[in-house]
C-alpha cells in the first residue's frame, strides 16, 4: 500500500513538474512574442513618424518652391508690369492713329506678356514689327485678329485657373494625407502605448550596421569632414570668379554686338540717306520735265483751242451772212409778189374802169339812140334818166375818185413799207454787226478770263506740289527722328533690362552664396558640437560608431568624390 501510495505521489509530483515546465515554457514564448510584437509596433511607430517626417518635409518644400519669397515676386511683376506699360505706350503712340489700331496693339502686349516672362531685344523688335504688318491690314482683317487674340488669351487663363486648381488640390490632398497619417500614428499610439523592453531579450540581439572609417590610424574623420568642406567651398568660390568672368565676357560681347549693330545701322541709315537724296534730286528732275511737257502741252491746247474758236467764229459769220442773204432773198421775193400783186390789182382795176367807160359809153350811146327814138314821148322821162344818169355818173366819179385815192393809199403804204423794211434791213445789219463786235469782245473777254483761270489754276497746282513735297520731306524727317526717338528708347529698354537681368542675377548669387555659407556653417557647427560631446580630445580623436553612423553620408560623399586625397574602408560595426 506504501509503495502504491507513494509511486502515486511520484507520479503526481512528476506530472506538476512537467506541467510547471509546460508554462513556464508557454509563459516565455508568450513573453518573447509579447516582446516581438512591442519592438515590431516600436519599429511600425518610427516608420509611420519618418514617414509623416518626410511627408511634412515635402509639404514645406512645395510651399517653399510654390511661394518663395513673395516680395521679390511682386517686385519682379511690378518691373515686368512697368515694362510692358511703357513698351504699350510707346507703340500706341506711334501706330495707334485709330481706336481699332489701340485696341490690336494692346492685346498683340497681352498675348506677348501671357507668352513670355521677360522682354528682350529680339522680342520686342519682333512684336514691333508684327505690329507694323498688322496695322497697314484693313479693319476686318484687323478685327479677326483682335478675336482670335482674345481667345488664345481666353485659352490661356482658363489653363492657368486648371493648373491653380491642381496645385491647390495636390496641396490639400498632401495637408490631408499627413493630418490622417498624423491621425493614424496619434490614434496608434493611444491605442497601443510603446512598451519597453527587457534589457535582458534585448542585450541578445546585436546590431549590425555599414559605416566608413579611414584606414590611416594617425588621422581622424573630423580633420578630413573640415578639409572636404575647405576645398568645396574653394571649389565653389572659383566656380563663382568663373562664372562672374563669363558674364563679364557675355556683357562684354553683348556690348559689342550692340556697338557693331549701331555701326551697321548707322552705315545703313547713311546709305538710305544718300539713296533718299537720289531719289529726291530725281524725282525733283522728273517733276521738272513733267511741268515742262505739261506746260507744252497747255500752250498747243490753247493754240488748238484758239484755233477752233477762230473756226468756230468764221463759222458763225458765214452763217449770219448766208442767214442775211437768205433773209434779203425772202424780202425781195416778198417785195416781189407785193409789186406783182399790185400791179395786178392795178390792171384789174384800169380793166375795170375801161369796162365802165365801155358801159358808159355804150350806155350814152344807147341812150342818145333812146332819145333820138323818143325824145317827144319821154321828155320827162329823158329828164329822169339825165338825172339818173348824172347822178350815177357822180357815184362812179366818187367811185373812180375813191378807187383811185385808195390806190394812192395802198402805193403810200407799199412805198412806207419798202421805206419801213430798207430801214429795218439796216437797222438790222447794223445791230448784227454791232452784235458781232460786242460778241467778239466778249468771247475776247472770256478767253482772257479763262487764261487767267488756267493761269492761276497752274500756279495753285503748283504750289500744292511743293506744299505736298515739303509735306512729305517734313513727314520723313518726323520718321526719322521719331525713329532715332525709339531707337534710344529701345537701347535704354536694353540697358534697363540688361541692369534688371544683372541685378537678378547678382540677387540669386548672394543667396546661393548665403545658403552655401549658411549650409557649411551648420555643418561646421554640427562638427565642433559633435567634437565638443566627445569624451577623448586628443590631437587624432576617431569618431565612436555613433558618430560615424551619423555622420555616415558625409564621410561616404569623401570616400566616392575623393576630393580629400584619403582612403576610407567600409566595415559593418555592431550598436550595442
Not at 518691373?79 to 504699350?88: A, E, P
Not at 494625407?177 to 527587457?198: A, C, F, H, M, Y
Not at 333812146?370 to 329828164?383: G, I
Not at 513727314?475 to 540697358?495: A, P, R, T, V
Amino acid at each position: 500500500m506504501d509503495y502504491r501510495y507513494h509511486t502515486k505521489t511520484l507520479m503526481k509530483n512528476k506530472i506538476l513538474y512537467l506541467q510547471n515546465v509546460e508554462n513556464e515554457k508557454r509563459h516565455s514564448f508568450i513573453n518573447q512574442n509579447k516582446i516581438l510584437e512591442n519592438l515590431s509596433n516600436n519599429i511600425l511607430n518610427l516608420l509611420c513618424f519618418y514617414i509623416q517626417y518626410l511627408y511634412m518635409q515635402q509639404f514645406l518644400l512645395q510651399i517653399i518652391f510654390m511661394y518663395p519669397r513673395q516680395y521679390k515676386k511682386s517686385d519682379k511683376q511690378q518691373q515686368f508690369s512697368n515694362i510692358s506699360d511703357f513698351i504699350l505706350n510707346k507703340l500706341i503712340n506711334e501706330f495707334g492713329q485709330k481706336p481699332i489700331d489701340k485696341e490690336l496693339i494692346t492685346w498683340y502686349v497681352h498675348d506677348y506678356n501671357s507668352k513670355y516672362t521677360s522682354f528682350n531685344e529680339s522680342g520686342v523688335r519682333a512684336l514691333k514689327a508684327e505690329i507694323k504688318e498688322a496695322v497697314k491690314k484693313q479693319y476686318i482683317e484687323k478685327e479677326a485678329i483682335i478675336k482670335t487674340l482674345k481667345q488664345q488669351q481666353n485659352t490661356l487663363q482658363l489653363q492657368n485657373i486648371e493648373e491653380k486648381q491642381k496645385n491647390e488640390n495636390n496641396s490639400k490632398q498632401i495637408t490631408k494625407v499627413i493630418t490622417q497619417g498624423q491621425d493614424q500614428l496619434n490614434s496608434q499610439i493611444k491605442n497601443n502605448p510603446p512598451e519597453i523592453p527587457r534589457l535582458d531579450s534585448l542585450t541578445s540581439e546585436n546590431k549590425q550596421k555599414s559605416v566608413y572609417q579611414l584606414d590611416d590610424d594617425e588621422q581622424d574623420e573630423w580633420a578630413a569632414i573640415i578639409k572636404y568642406d575647405t576645398t568645396l567651398y574653394q571649389k565653389e568660390q572659383e566656380e563663382k570668379k568663373k562664372r562672374e568672368l563669363q558674364l563679364k565676357q557675355k556683357l562684354k560681347d553683348d556690348l559689342d554686338k550692340q556697338l557693331k549693330e549701331k555701326a551697321e545701322m548707322k552705315k545703313e541709315e547713311a546709305m538710305k540717306e544718300a539713296k533718299f537724296i537720289q531719289l529726291n534730286q530725281q524725282r525733283k528732275q522728273e517733276f521738272e520735265q513733267f511741268e515742262k511737257q505739261k506746260k507744252e502741252q497747255i500752250k498747243l491746247k490753247q493754240l488748238e483751242e484758239k484755233k477752233l474758236r477762230d473756226e468756230q467764229v468764221l463759222q458763225e459769220k458765214l452763217k449770219k451772212r448766208e442767214s442775211q442773204k437768205q433773209s434779203k432773198l425772202q424780202d425781195d421775193e416778198m417785195l416781189q409778189q407785193l409789186k406783182n400783186e399790185i400791179s395786178r390789182e392795178s390792171q384789174e382795176l384800169n380793166k375795170r374802169r375801161q369796162e365802165q367807160k365801155d358801159k358808159f359809153q355804150q350806155i350814152l350811146k344807147e341812150n342818145e339812140q333812146l332819145r333820138y327814138k323818143a325824145q317827144e314821148e319821154l321828155k320827162l322821162q329823158k329828164e329822169i334818166d339825165t338825172k339818173l344818169q348824172q347822178q350815177q355818173l357822180q357815184k362812179m366819179i366818187q367811185d373812180d375818185e375813191r378807187r383811185e385815192e385808195q390806190k394812192r393809199e395802198r402805193d403810200q403804204k407799199i412805198k412806207q413799207f419798202m421805206s419801213n423794211y430798207s430801214h429795218q434791213v439796216l437797222t438790222k445789219q447794223k445791230e448784227n454787226e454791232e452784235n458781232e463786235g460786242k460778241y467778239m469782245l466778249e468771247q475776247l473777254k472770256k478767253q482772257e478770263e479763262y487764261d487767267k483761270q488756267q493761269q492761276q489754276y497752274r500756279k495753285l497746282k503748283e504750289k500744292e506740289k511743293m506744299e505736298l513735297v515739303k509735306q512729305q520731306l517734313q513727314l520723313q524727317i518726323q520718321q526719322k527722328q521719331q525713329k532715332k526717338l525709339s531707337e534710344e528708347e529701345e537701347q535704354k529698354l536694353l540697358l534697363l533690362q540688361q541692369k534688371l537681368e544683372l541685378m537678378n542675377y547678382t540677387e540669386k548669387e548672394k543667396e546661393k552664396q548665403l545658403y552655401i555659407k549658411n549650409n557649411y556653417k551648420q555643418n561646421q557647427e554640427d562638427i565642433k558640437k559633435q567634437i565638443v560631446e566627445s569624451r577623448n580630445k586628443s590631437a587624432h580623436e576617431k569618431m565612436t560608431n555613433m558618430e560615424l553612423l551619423q555622420n555616415k553620408s558625409i564621410l561616404k560623399n569623401i570616400a566616392e568624390e575623393q576630393v580629400v586625397k584619403t582612403k576610407f574602408r567600409k566595415v559593418n560595426v555592431s550598436m550595442k
